[in-house]
């Protein structure tokens, strides 16, 4: 698993009924537009997960 960690976001466009994502480090997806919905659903929960991760380990220091 490569540790770093990015903070630009991936470019998505629709082409021809199919989701196409490039973003940093040479990522390049195409997928599904369900496939798309689901992850877009679990990147959410990922990311307010991971601010509360911050809020509240910033809180302790």
Request: glycine fraction near 6%.
């Amino acid at each position: 698993m490569d540790d770093k960690v990015y903070d630009e976001p991936s470019e998505v466009e629709a082409e021809d009924g199919v989701v196409v994502v490039n973003g940093p480090d040479a990522v390049d997806v195409q997928l599904t537009p369900e496939a798309a919905d689901e992850i877009s659903e679990r990147l959410i929960t990922g990311a307010m997960k991971a601010r509360g991760q911050r809020y509240f380990s910033d809180r302790k220091k």
